[in-house]
């Protein structure tokens, strides 16, 4: 038997421990209302604010964004590619790319390989 992630509002009580509404609410700055409605499964917050609620209590986004049905489990042991933004490189960096690629493009080989 393949196991159930926890509801919305298991993760929410489970990890707010004995907080009220007002209390979960004020430490994630958001109206007592939207817990309200997310405790009694009426609504379910949009990703963004699932991942400031798991990181308001000190807790992983993914497992947040597991249980609020953004993810499912069999998507998060999946390997992440993380790629710098040409933004932050530095200029010498950049350069030494476009060089190695023109270099590439002129003996007849993938410019980007």
């Known amino acids: 038997m393949v196991p159930v992630a926890e509801t919305w ?3 929410v009580r489970r ?9 979960i609410a004020e430490r994630i700055g958001i109206g007592r209302l939207s817990v309200c409605n997310w405790l ?7 990703a963004e604010t699932v991942i400031t609620v798991a990181r308001a209590f ?6 947040a964004l597991l249980a ?3 993810l499912r489990a069999d998507e998060i042991d999946r390997p992440v590619e993380v790629r710098v933004s ?4 530095p200029t010498e960096e ?3 790319e476009v060089h190695r690629r023109l270099i590439n493009l ?3 080989v993938d410019p980007c390989s």
Request: charged share 25%; aromatic share 6%.
């Open 9 to 11: 509002p298991e993760y």
């Open 15 to 23: 990890i707010s421990g004995r907080a009220t509404q007002a209390q």
């Open 40 to 46: 009694h499964g009426k609504t379910r917050p949009k």
């Open 58 to 63: 000190g807790r992983p986004p993914v497992e």
């Open 68 to 70: 609020a049905g953004y």
């Open 86 to 89: 040409p933004r932050h490189l």
């Open 94 to 96: 950049i350069a030494a």
């Open 106 to 108: 002129a003996r007849g």
